[in-house]
């Protein structure tokens, strides 16, 4: 067991909050990468970076919101030439299917100098139980843009467990594990497995790019929508209409279904209106 502990940047987002859970039940030491941890950390603050490296070996990098927002790959990659000098070992990170900003990401941590691993997902199937399509789903509507273009859409629990294993386990250096389901699917689709799950009818309903932009900047405002609706646009266009062996190299074993994601997240109350 390593005594030198794993920083893991973004410790309660979606994933970072999954593999934080299995590190430390494994006994591994942990620092969270937060803005609210002892030794904080923080994506717009690079004076935090050094001492939240200070003394740790790995380090699993996730960028919030998303690796497309402005200045995103130049702060990765000054964050590898901090890392490089704090003396980090391996650098797991996080990327995007089909995004430009998303692989130039992955460069700059290609050129830190420093061990990586590429994990480079496709869509996140708790974006429906745990992101801003909840409030859709459970007013009984899917509303995405795209038509019928199909997604491998992946648990992020698979996607932890890539994550954990390519920070605790030896022969994952220098691999690019592009993660997927099991299946393609389009939207239309997984309205229909979330209907069979919750028990209730959930319709697709295609919309404009136009109206998925309006839809976010409700939410979250101009800029993120404008982001997001990029990020959109640019790959729900076909070109990851197709499945990768991510997860069986890195684990030995087949990702979950999207039917059994959906079947766990009812069953936990996810879709439950607590109004």
């Known amino acids: 067991m390593q005594t030198q ?21 494994m006994g591994f030491p942990v620092c969270h990468g937060t803005r609210r941890a002892a030794i904080p950390f ?7 970076w050094a001492p939240a490296l200070e003394g740790v070996s790995k380090a699993y990098v996730t960028y919030f ?28 990170l996080l990327s995007g299917r ?40 459970l007013a009984g509507i899917l509303p995405m843009p795209g038509g019928m273009i199909q997604e491998p859409i992946i648990d992020i629990e698979d996607i932890a467990d890539v994550v954990v294993c390519a920070l605790t ?3 994952h250096k220098g691999e690019l594990y592009e993660v997927t389901g099991p299946r393609l699917m389009s939207f239309a689709d997984m309205a229909e497995v979330l209907s069979q799950a919750t028990g ?35 790959t729900l266009d076909g070109r990851n209409a197709h499945v990768c062996d991510g997860v069986e190299r890195a684990l030995g ?3 979950r279904d999207f039917a059994d994601y959906a079947a766990d997240a009812a069953q936990s109350g996810a879709w439950i209106n607590a109004a």
């Open 169 to 171: 386990e030896e022969g």
């Open 253 to 255: 074993r087949q990702p």
């Open 65 to 92: 919101p998303d690796l497309a927002f402005p200045g995103a790959v130049e702060k990765v990659a000054a964050f590898g030439d901090t890392a490089k000098t704090a003396g980090l070992d391996h650098i797991v």
């Open 200 to 234: 209730r009818p959930i319709r697709h309903i295609p919309i404009s790019f136009e109206d998925f932009h309006a839809n976010i900047a409700a939410a979250g405002g101009d800029f993120v929508a404008d982001v997001f609706t990029a990020i959109a646009r640019e």
């Open 98 to 137: 089909g995004e430009h900003h998303a692989r130039l990401g992955e460069e700059a941590v290609r050129a830190s100098g420093i061990d990586y691993t590429l994990v480079r997902s496709a869509w996140f199937a708790q974006n429906f139980s745990e992101g801003y399509l909840r409030d859709p789903i």
């Open 5 to 25: 502990p794993i920083l893991v940047i973004g410790a309660t987002g979606k994933t970072g909050s999954r593999v934080v859970a299995r590190l430390e039940t």
């Open 42 to 48: 923080d994506w717009e603050v690079p004076e935090t």
